[in-house]
C-alpha cells in the first residue's frame, strides 16, 4: 500500500468528487452533483459521518468544491504548484490539525471538527490527503484518464503504478473496442 489506509479512501473520495462534474466523455455529459440528494448519495457512499445539512448552500459550495480539487490532478508534475493549492485549501479550510484515536484506524489526524460544513471538510481531507502524497514523493499517482476521450481523475494505489484509465469503465471500453477491431467488427 502506496499509503495510510485513511489517506487512501481520502484520495480517492476526492477523486470521485471531482468525477461527478461533467466531463468530456459523451457519457459523462450530464452532471451527477446537482442535487441535495444527489450529495446525500456521495456521502453515505463514500462513508462519511457527522455534519450534512441537506440544503442549497451545501450543494454549492461543494460543487464549486471540485475545481479546486481538480486542479491538484491538473499540476500532478509540479511539486510547488500542488503544495501552493494545498496551503490555499488548508488556510480556507480552517484547517486545525488534533491527532487522534478511534474506530480501527489507528492513530490519525482529524483536520477539522465533524460539525464543520460539509464541503470544508471535504476540503481539508483532500488537501491532507495530497500532503501525504506530496511528502511521499508520490504525485505521480494522481493521473487524469489515459482515454483520448476523457478527463476523468484516478488515483493509481497499485503496487507496480499500473493503473491507467479511471474507473468510470474506460479500460474495459478500450479493451472491447481493441478487441472487435481485431475481430475486424
Ligand atoms: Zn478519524
Ligand atoms: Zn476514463
Not at 487512501?8 to 468530456?24: E, K, Q, S
Not at 501525504?132 to 476523457?150: K, T
Amino acid at each position: 500500500m502506496a499509503f495510510a489506509h485513511d489517506t487512501d479512501i481520502a484520495l480517492r473520495t476526492a477523486a470521485a468528487v471531482v468525477n461527478t462534474a461533467p466531463g468530456t466523455r459523451a457519457d459523462r455529459a450530464v452532471d451527477t452533483l446537482s442535487t441535495a440528494e444527489s450529495l446525500q448519495e456521495f456521502y453515505e457512499t463514500w462513508g462519511w459521518t457527522g455534519r450534512l445539512d441537506g440544503d442549497a448552500s451545501e450543494l454549492e459550495q461543494a460543487r464549486a468544491l471540485r475545481g479546486r480539487l481538480r486542479a491538484l490532478w491538473l499540476a500532478a508534475d509540479d511539486a510547488h504548484a500542488v503544495a501552493d493549492l494545498v496551503n490555499e485549501l488548508l488556510r480556507t479550510g480552517h484547517a486545525l490539525p488534533q491527532l487522534v484515536e478511534h474506530g480501527e484506524y489507528g492513530w490519525h489526524i482529524h483536520a477539522t471538527d465533524g460539525d464543520a460544513p460539509f464541503a470544508r471538510r471535504m476540503q481539508v481531507e483532500a488537501a491532507m490527503a495530497v500532503v501525504d502524497v506530496i511528502r511521499a514523493g508520490e504525485l505521480s499517482r494522481l493521473r487524469v484518464c489515459a482515454a483520448d476521450d476523457c478527463d476523468d481523475v484516478l488515483v493509481d494505489l497499485s503496487r507496480n503504478r499500473s493503473k491507467r484509465y479511471c474507473d468510470s469503465g474506460c479500460g474495459n471500453r478500450l479493451a472491447a473496442a481493441a478487441y472487435r477491431s481485431r475481430q475486424g467488427g
